[in-house]
């Protein structure tokens, strides 16, 4: 079963910067991408970044320029480089990967998976 634990969370004050990390645990074969979204109170949650294995990135326009995602390849570690922060960024942020398990002798069929989300506040 694969997992994903997020951290970095946090009470910042706006223009202030914060780091998500996401580390995922398990039995994995592969992970194609990674990302992370976000969910507002009383909104639909929404994709802030998104990265691919093999590095293509893509943003919501809502943080293109103030965000950056990132990876560890060797880790299998997700980022989200968030600066410049705004009250609106206030959020539970998701990290999520489109995953390939391992069952000790052969790929399971990909799995979507998310983390439990760690809460960012952004005061005005």
């Known amino acids: 079963q694969v997992q994903l634990v997020e951290s970095g969370g946090g009470l910042v004050q706006a223009g202030g910067s914060l780091r998500l990390s996401c580390v995922p645990s398990?039995?994995?074969?592969?992970?194609?991408?990674m990302g992370w979204y976000r969910q507002a109170p009383g909104k639909q949650r929404e994709l802030v970044a998104r990265?691919?294995?093999?590095?293509?990135?893509n943003y919501a326009d809502s943080v293109k320029g103030r965000f950056t995602i990132s990876t560890d390849n060797a880790k299998n570690t997700v980022y989200l480089q968030m600066n410049s922060l705004k009250p609106e960024d206030t959020a539970v942020y998701y990290c999520?990967?489109?995953?390939?398990?391992?069952?000790?002798?052969?790929?399971?069929?990909?799995?979507?998976?998310w983390g439990q989300g760690t809460l960012v506040t952004v005061s005005s």
């Open positions: 999520n990967a489109d995953a390939v398990p391992w069952d000790g002798s052969r790929r399971l069929p990909n799995v979507e998976v």
């Open positions: 398990g039995s994995i074969f592969s992970i194609n991408a």
């Open positions: 990265i691919t294995g093999s590095g293509s990135t």
